[in-house]
């Protein structure tokens, strides 16, 4: 049997999600960068830190379009994510990018309450980008970061129960100042 890219996407955030429960900001560290750690993915051209207690889950992808990675932050079966999907795009804004992040979130999710999308002014580096939230049905509550840059496209995604959110906004901050495109 062969999946479609979007169901094999659905999938993997489904898994990445249903452990997605209990987990609060409180019990990790995020102490210094310097005891982070980097992920790297040569393929999609893309760098992201992490913070210490978190694993990185590389994912299956197939076609134009890829969940690449979920970092996770396990506590028995409690965690939270934030995501970072791919796409190769022909010389894409960060507007084109924040269509496509509304596309996929149309696909996800039958019902959700659109935020605005405005400048992501924290992250200097990453020409253009923006950002959006959302607030899905199921009572979770994402972030996007829109990131355009040459013919890559990226959505930088932080999705947790509404109630947290707030709790992670800084740690997730700190993750997207690290990402980094790679020549």
Not at 105 to 111: C, G, R, W, Y
Not at 131 to 154: F, K, M, Q, W
Request: net charge negative; hydrophobic share 40%.
């Amino acid at each position: 049997m062969r999946w479609s890219t979007s169901a094999s996407i659905l999938l993997s955030l489904v898994v990445a999600m249903f452990a997605l429960v209990n987990c609060h900001p409180s019990d990790f560290s995020t102490q210094g960068s310097d005891e982070w750690q980097t992920y790297v993915n040569e393929e999609h051209q893309f760098a992201i830190d992490y913070p210490p207690g978190w694993k990185a889950y590389p994912t299956e992808y197939s076609g134009d379009e890829a969940l690449v990675v979920s970092l996770v932050r396990q506590e028995g079966f409690s965690a939270r994510s934030v995501a970072v999907v791919h796409k190769r795009m022909q010389s894409p804004t960060s507007e084109d990018v924040a269509l496509w992040g509304k596309e996929r979130i149309k696909e996800l999710f039958q019902s959700y309450e659109l935020g605005e999308l405005r400048p992501a002014d924290n992250y200097q580096h990453l020409d253009a980008a923006l950002t959006r939230t959302y607030l899905a049905d199921e009572g979770d509550r994402l972030t996007d970061v829109y990131i355009a840059d040459g013919e890559h496209a990226y959505i930088i995604t932080l999705q947790t129960p509404q109630e947290l959110h707030d709790d992670f906004t800084s740690l997730f901050a700190q993750m997207v100042a690290s990402f980094e495109v790679l020549e």
